[in-house]
């Protein structure tokens, strides 16, 4: 069963394409996060270590240069009435039901909407493309069901 989030507002970190690379400006800025969702393509399970660190509770979907093969391919959590699906590489329609779509794969961070689901990208840690910067990015999620994204930039 999907985890349930009773307390508001939650603030989540959104990685994605981190492959074998976590700078330590990143892990500072997750400290107060209240979960982490990596959207896949971490390469060696090792590099979530320092995210383990943290003592977050941390959902990781399988991506395309993964070989961990316990990682889900999606995952889906609900909160403030909400359904938020994490995948690694974004369907062109998002599963029924889905409010929020959160995929990787790409490495260059989105937010836009696809037949009425939101569809976010945090960017890349390590490889940013189509001269995208390096990137993570934070979800806040709040009682009144109002939905926060923020893209952090930092230098690779």
């Not at 981190?18 to 330590?24: G, V």
């Not at 996060?33 to 896949?40: E, K, P, R, V």
Request: hydrophobic share 35%; glycine share 6%; proline share 10%.
């Amino acid at each position: 069963m999907p985890p349930t989030f009773t307390t508001l507002p939650v603030k989540i970190g959104v990685l994605a394409d981190t492959h074998d690379r976590l700078p330590h400006s990143v892990l500072t800025q997750l400290h107060d996060c209240d979960q982490i969702w990596h959207l896949g393509d971490v390469c060696l399970p090792s590099t979530l270590s320092p995210l383990y660190a943290l003592g977050k509770p941390l959902s990781i979907v399988h991506g395309n240069c993964d070989s961990e093969e316990f990682w889900p391919v999606t995952l889906t959590h609900h909160m403030a009435g909400k359904t938020f699906h994490l995948i690694h590489i974004p369907p062109a329609q998002a599963p029924l039901g889905t409010d929020i779509l959160l995929h990787g794969h790409t490495h260059v961070p989105c937010d836009h909407t696809v037949s009425g689901c939101r569809y976010l990208n945090p960017g890349c840690i390590s490889r940013p493309n189509r001269g995208a910067p390096a990137s993570f990015a934070t979800l806040t999620v709040h009682p009144n069901t109002e939905i926060l994204w923020q893209l952090h930039k930092f230098q690779a």
